[in-house]
């Protein structure tokens, strides 16, 4: 379970991120949807414990900053990080280390073959086509079976095929009982696969709703009432 309590986030006197409360359950697909600029981004890297903020943020009951919290989420940022000069097997082989994931070749494999990623192990990061440096840095957040992941903006430059793999591959995440929090702001791809949505304008989180809520409307009608078509 991912739980934030009064998170702010200044950058100078500019709040992007205005005493927001959100629980990401596990066993679920929570969404923070919100148009560009709503401070997405700045939320999931404040429970990635990338950035200084005020407030109060839970990992598997852990604070964020801690090594046990550290320990059990994955992430997957917006922009892949990953080092040039290593191979995919080497990034396998420095995540499976530094995690100390029992097995990992075999967890990785599984992702190498649902990313179509097998043929290319020896090739280096820089080699690596944009939609693949993305599925690296998905299969190696993914690969260590966290208990809560933090996905920010997944499908951008991932093929219609390799989207819809990756919904799949989120929705059972889920279902193996991990809190899975995505940041987007494209509300068709994870309109099917969501199960409670934080709709967040200008640093604040202006609704909450879980996709049974929501009845005969669309997540998109809602979020363009509730956002002004923006
Ligand atoms: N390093 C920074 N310094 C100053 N302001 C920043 C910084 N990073 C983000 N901001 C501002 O904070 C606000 C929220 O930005 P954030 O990147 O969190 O939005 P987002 O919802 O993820 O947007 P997008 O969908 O465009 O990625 C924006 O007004 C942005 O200009």
């Not at 679920?28 to 949807?33: F, P, R, V």
Request: glycine fraction near 6%; aromatic fraction near 8%.
């Amino acid at each position: 379970m991912i739980e934030i309590h009064h998170l702010t986030k200044r950058y100078g006197s500019f709040k992007a991120v205005d005493d927001i409360e959100l629980v990401a359950q596990s066993g679920k697909i929570t969404i923070l949807l919100g148009p560009n600029g709503a401070g997405k981004s700045t939320t999931i890297k404040s429970i990635a414990n990338l950035l200084k903020f005020e407030g109060n943020i839970q990992i598997c009951g852990y604070d964020n900053g801690s090594i046990e919290a550290k320990r059990c989420f994955g992430y997957v940022p917006e922009t892949p990080v990953l080092y040039d000069l290593l191979t995919v097997d080497e990034h396998i082989d420095f995540i499976g280390h530094a995690y100390q994931v029992e097995n990992y070749k075999e967890k990785a494999q599984k992702y190498l073959e649902l990313f179509h990623l097998t043929e290319k192990r020896k090739k280096m990061a820089k080699e690596l086509s944009k939609g693949m440096t993305q599925k690296l840095s998905m299969l190696l957040a993914f690969m260590i079976e966290p208990k809560a992941l933090l996905v920010d903006e997944p499908m951008v430059g991932l093929d219609p095929a390799s989207i819809e793999e990756t919904l799949k591959i989120l929705r059972n995440i889920a279902d193996e009982g991990c809190a899975v929090l995505i940041s987007t702001h494209i509300i068709d791809i994870v309109s099917d696969i969501f199960d409670e949505a934080y709709i967040m304008k200008e640093g604040h989180i202006i609704q909450r709703i879980q996709k049974n809520e929501l009845q005969e409307e669309s997540l998109k009608d809602f979020f363009f009432e509730l956002t002004e078509g923006k």
